[in-house]
């Protein structure tokens, strides 16, 4: 397995552990410390991963009770959330992720290849969270808050800490990486990123892919939104064309073959329908050339 997982002190409270380069299931996690406890956000997708994430969590935190907020339902993120219960951690999530998760890890061996998945059972009980709560752990108070309209997932929610300035975004932020709208709304997201999400006046933003950044990092995210917004609203789309589009538009981004699916969702939340799932994930694994191997 390579180490790609990179563990630095974000502030003096705040830590991070960014699994670089960001692409497909290999997402961010971070920790908050008070004197009291530590709130973890997100875990990892193997088991392997996980323990590892744990081990300099508790490298850290010591004795200290811990719990876990999920910012949203994706495997790469809540696939250890079973391991931080069977630790005698507390699990935070929206009712629609607890759901979700507690039906059984993501795994989905039709899309993806992937042979070290190990123990990734999910959690029994997760205590779901469905307005702003604060989680005081002894001198520091960060906030959870449920994210108001479908934007990445029908259940995500975001992590504030206000004395450092730092914003957990889970996935409504990716960084040099393509988003995926597949279970979300574009709509609903490109709102959230315009209007809610900067209210925090956030100093540091946590993405669930790629390096913490500024509020900067929002702005190109924006852009792909409208983009998809615009070129979609029309009966019958040339989707090749926007794709090959897209990938020009975009081209740092990793994992483009999302593009695919985005353009999909976009079309469909133009006609008022529900974006047809199989077509995605067939347009997901066409425009990849077959299943994709997870590099975990
Ligand atoms: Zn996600």
């Not at 200290?64 to 910012?71: E, G, K, Q, S």
């Not at 100093?203 to 190109?220: E, F, S, W, Y």
């Amino acid at each position: 397995m390579p180490p790609r997982a990179s563990v630095s002190a974000l502030t003096d409270s705040v830590s991070v552990s960014i699994q670089a380069p960001g692409g497909w299931y290999q997402s961010n996690s971070g920790w908050i410390r008070g004197a009291d406890g530590g709130l973890l956000i997100d875990t990892c997708a193997t088991e392997g991963l996980t323990r590892r994430l744990l081990a300099a969590v508790d490298a850290d935190l010591g004795a200290r009770p811990l719990t876990l907020a999920l910012t949203h339902a994706h495997g790469d993120h809540a696939n250890g959330a079973g391991a931080v219960r069977g630790r005698g951690g507390t699990v935070l999530a929206r009712t629609a992720t607890a759901h979700e998760v507690k039906a059984g890890p993501h795994t989905f061996p039709q899309v993806f290849d992937c042979s070290v998945w190990g123990d990734i059972d999910p959690p029994a009980d997760i205590t779901e969270v469905e307005a702003v709560q604060a989680v005081d752990l002894g001198g520091r108070v960060p906030e959870i808050h449920p994210v108001p309209v479908k934007a990445h997932t029908a259940g995500d929610l975001v992590v504030w800490d206000s004395a450092d300035g730092v914003l957990f975004t889970g996935d409504l932020l990716f960084v040099g990486v393509c988003p995926l709208a597949i279970q979300g709304n574009v709509r609903g997201w490109l709102e959230v990123l315009l209007g809610w999400l900067p209210a925090f006046e956030a100093k540091h933003l946590v993405p669930g892919h790629g390096p913490a950044v500024d509020r900067a990092a929002v702005t190109p995210l924006v852009d792909y939104f409208q983009w998809l917004i615009e070129v979609t609203d029309k009966p019958e789309p040339d989707f090749a064309a926007l794709y090959a589009d897209a990938r020009d538009r975009w081209p740092d981004w990793l994992d483009s073959e999302r593009h695919a699916v985005n353009l999909l969702v976009a079309h469909a939340e133009s006609r008022g329908a529900e974006p047809d799932l199989m077509a995605a994930i067939t347009a997901l694994m066409t425009t990849n050339g077959g299943r994709i191997v997870l590099d975990l």
